[in-house]
């Protein structure tokens, strides 16, 4: 069964402290993909990675960065954190091929900043 | 103007009921759809794809989409408390394996 798991579920987190999201699917699979998803916003895209250290900034990359070392593993980077970082985060990975391949979400991580 | 826009409910409806939620997209070429279920506080998980226009069916749940009006839908017969989740409409451009979503709708069936 396909797999993508973020490691922390439930964080909180002050402001301006250094946050990692950790996101490793074990699919094989090229494209990984960063988003947010707030009420009444829907899911925003952040970043995304089509290969090993490769990246391209999403809609709403400001605040955030994000590092890919191993094909597996996609780390979301809060450099400072704030309060309007407070979200749902969800990491999400797809095989190369084109439209149409399915995305596979993680079960998301949820951030909150005081 | 958003590509896709989908209308957020939220939705109640009795156990037993036909439900349909509905999505509009703004830019033709997009050819391939899909609905996406979430349950509260879990990721997003494919529940049916279409290509083009035309119904595809999978169990009590179908799939529609209108590349006349640019309209896509999905009916859920004889709900469930099991479906009471958000359903979110998504689309890639042509080429692209990044998905535009829609917001969301939020179904509840009561029992």
């Known amino acids: 069964d396909v797999k993508v798991t973020q490691s922390s579920r439930y964080l909180v987190k002050r402001t301006g402290e250094k946050v990692f999201l950790e996101c490793v699917q074990d699919m094989d699979h090229e494209n990984m993909f960063w988003y947010r998803q707030d009420p009444g916003l829907g899911l925003r895209l952040i970043y995304f990675?089509?290969?090993?250290?490769?990246?391209e900034k999403g809609d709403i990359p400001e605040g955030y960065s994000v590092s890919r070392e191993k094909k597996e593993r996609f780390s979301l980077i809060l450099e400072s954190a704030s309060t309007n970082q407070t979200s749902m985060y969800l990491c999400?990975?797809?095989?190369?091929?084109?439209?149409?391949?399915?995305?596979?979400f993680g079960e998301g991580s949820w951030l909150t900043v005081v | 103007q958003k590509e896709v826009e989908q209308d957020p409910g939220p939705l109640s409806v009795p156990e037993g009921a036909i439900v349909s939620l509905n999505c509009t997209y703004s830019n033709s070429a997009f050819q391939y759809f899909m609905w996406y279920r979430q349950y509260s506080r879990k990721g997003p998980e494919l529940l049916m794809y279409t290509y083009s226009s035309g119904n595809k069916e999978d169990g009590r749940f179908t799939a529609q989409v209108d590349k006349s009006s640019k309209y896509i839908s999905l009916f859920i017969r004889d709900s469930q408390p099991s479906d009471s989740a958000t359903y979110l409409c998504a689309t890639p451009e042509a080429g692209s394996y990044q998905l535009t979503f829609g917001k969301g709708t939020k179904l509840s069936v009561i029992p």
């Open positions: 999400a990975s797809t095989r190369e091929g084109g439209y149409g391949n399915t995305i596979y």
């Open positions: 990675s089509y290969d090993v250290k490769m990246k």
